[in-house]
């Protein structure tokens, strides 16, 4: 079974609109982390955001928010003020566990393009 | 903020020889570092775990004896390509955590290689 599902291959939005990437989750680990990585077309992979299992709120990073559901194991990425340097592929990544060196798995993407 | 630095940013090489990659972390101690795999229009797929001073861990269906990893130091990590094919072309890029990194800190990944066998 896929660890992390990303349902969404490609989006378009609206230059400074808001847009949400979904991704859900599966794991019997109750201690996890959640990623966010953009990768612009360059191909570097770049952090913009974290979700611990057992943290209470939401994470935010300036204008990048994580919509946490813990029951539903999701954790959807919402971007909001769209710009155009946004247009990259979106990864959401999982690592189970504690421990420091513990892998990353990661989604599929989402490849979002932002139109002026 | 931690950088990893890999190199080549590309290399094309002739089917049969054998390709090094470097990866570095230039500002941090990098007890573990993960080497990815990219093909076109896909995900990143873990390869294998380097460990300084151990042997790799391999995921399942990577050839250890195809894709050598050297974990010599705490700043460096090299991945071999040993007689590639052109089936190996893909984009492979290496990420590094600190010595001191919770589990909530980020893997720090490099700009990545572009590899295409001709």
């Known amino acids: 079974a896929q660890k992390i599902t990303q349902t969404q291959p490609g989006m378009f939005v609206q230059e400074k609109e808001a847009v949400t990437l979904d991704c859900t989750y599966d794991?019997?680990?109750?201690?996890?982390?959640l990623f966010w990585y953009k990768q612009p077309s360059s191909g570097e992979m770049i952090f913009l955001i974290y979700?611990?299992?057992?943290?209470?709120q939401n994470a935010t990073e300036g204008r990048y928010s994580l919509n946490f559901q813990k029951a539903r194991k999701s954790a959807n990425l919402v971007i909001s003020a769209s710009q155009l340097g946004d247009s990259a592929m979106y990864f959401c990544?999982?690592?189970?566990?504690?421990?420091?060196?513990?892998?990353?798995?990661f989604g599929g993407g989402t490849r979002v393009l932002v139109k002026p | 903020g931690a950088v990893v630095s890999q190199h080549p940013s590309w290399v094309i090489c002739k089917s049969g020889t054998s390709v090094k990659i470097e990866c570095r972390s230039l500002?941090?101690?990098?007890?573990?570092m993960f080497w990815y795999r990219q093909f076109p229009k896909q995900s990143l797929m873990l390869m294998a775990t380097?460990?300084?001073?151990?042997?790799?861990?391999?995921e399942q269906g990577v050839e250890k004896d195809k894709f050598l990893i050297n974990h010599a130091s705490l700043t460096l990590s090299t991945l071999t390509v040993t007689s590639a094919h052109p089936e190996d072309s893909s984009f492979y890029i290496c990420?590094?955590?600190?010595?001191?990194?919770?589990?909530?800190?980020?893997?720090?990944f490099g700009n990545g290689t572009r590899l295409t066998v001709t």
């Open positions: 380097s460990n300084e001073g151990s042997k790799a861990t391999y």
């Open positions: 990544a999982m690592r189970e566990g504690l421990a420091a060196g513990n892998k990353l798995t």
């Open positions: 794991t019997s680990d109750p201690s996890y982390g």
């Open positions: 979700q611990g299992s057992y943290d209470q």
């Open positions: 990420s590094a955590r600190g010595q001191t990194g919770g589990n909530n800190s980020p893997l720090h």
């Open positions: 500002d941090f101690q990098a007890t573990t």
